[in-house]
């Protein structure tokens, strides 16, 4: 196996392992075992696109995550990573009284 194969094996491994925890905090997120707030935390969220975390929810697909993002005036094609603080706070604050008021 030369360097280059080598390297190439271990990013596609480093890929699967990453879309593996995605998926894991996506079907958390969905069954409610963990919240947004903590999923904002972890560090294999910080490359998705806001769109994709907040459409993970229960009963919250692409358009209503999108109107979400309207509503707080934040691109649904923005990675969590570029996430200000005003901005996490304003989707945390939306997800909990969108949960509270479904409840």
Same mark, same amino acid.
């Given at each position: 196996m030369t360097a280059r #194969?080598?390297?190439r094996s271990a990013a596609l #491994? #480093?890929?699967n392992r990453v879309r593996g925890e995605r998926a894991a905090v996506k079907r958390r997120v969905f069954? @409610?075992?963990m919240s947004i707030e903590e999923a904002l935390a972890l560090e294999c969220v910080q490359r998705m696109t806001l769109l994709q975390l907040l459409s993970a929810q229960r009963r919250?697909?692409?358009l209503t995550a999108k109107y979400a993002c309207t509503r707080? @005036? *934040? %691109?649904?094609?923005k990675? *969590? #990573?570029e996430l200000t603080d005003? @901005? &996490?706070l304003s989707v945390i604050a939306a997800c909990k009284s969108t949960? &509270? %008021?479904a409840a």
């Open positions: #194969e080598a390297q #491994e #480093e890929a069954n @409610q075992t919250w697909g692409r707080l @005036q *934040v %691109s649904p094609a990675c *969590v #990573e005003r @901005q &996490r949960t &509270r %008021s």
